[in-house]
């Protein structure tokens, strides 16, 4: 499974690159590529533009990525989460999992949750809070050249519902979009008061299978 951590917006609405705002002692982005390796991932895909080498740079710190860089920010969600699927390909992800740099509370039971939906013959798997539906979204690879034609900010949203996608339904309230001062100091907040704890490094499913293969 690869994992496409889309980390390539200027931040506007927070007034600076929220990817490197910190939160329990790492950057929001780290905390995500976190949660994809402790669900499984076998890979990272991490997606930049604006500040590029800075955000690489925090979301590598624990953990090896693959950094692809978009120079079409301003041509919307769409272009970054094309040049992550593309990269994701290359890699021979069977599935490829989506999350947002800007979502560190996203639990890596989650990413695990929407992965099995997808293997277990899925196209697409989404996650159903208790607030609705969010991110992260899982594909199987046969569904990929099917975003080809994906533009703006709207990402995939507007063919989910062509392709069959699954619903994982999970008892919590959607994670937070950091995506503004005021939602970065209530996370910072929750945090402070014992909420979501960072997710830690566990062995990805290829690693799994060569401890059975090798015990």
Do not use: N
């Amino acid at each position: 499974m690869v994992a496409v951590v889309l980390a390539a917006g200027e931040g506007r609405r927070f007034g600076g690159t929220k990817q490197l705002a910190r939160l329990g002692g790492r950057p929001l982005v780290a905390h995500v590529v976190a949660a994809a390796r402790d669900g499984g991932a076998d890979e990272v895909v991490l997606v930049v533009g604006h500040e590029a080498r800075r955000v690489a740079q925090a979301a590598s710190e624990e953990h090896p990525i693959h950094v692809v860089t978009t120079p079409q920010v301003a041509a919307g969600q769409a272009a970054s989460l094309l040049a992550g699927i593309a990269a994701a390909t290359d890699l021979d992800a069977g599935v490829v999992v989506v999350l947002l740099a800007d979502q560190p509370e996203v639990g890596a039971d989650t990413v695990r949750a929407v992965t099995a939906a997808v293997r277990a013959g899925a196209p697409v798997a989404r996650v159903r809070y208790d607030d609705g539906s969010g991110h992260p979204v899982a594909f199987a690879r046969r569904v990929l050249p099917r975003l080809a034609d994906l533009r703006g900010d709207r990402g995939a949203r507007e063919l989910l519902a062509g392709l069959g996608v699954v619903e994982v339904a999970r008892r919590r309230p959607a994670p937070a979009d950091l995506d503004t001062r005021s939602a970065w100091r209530a996370a910072v907040r929750r945090w402070e008061a014992g909420g979501p704890r960072p997710a830690q490094r566990s062995p990805s499913c290829r690693e799994q299978e060569g401890q059975a293969r090798h015990p």
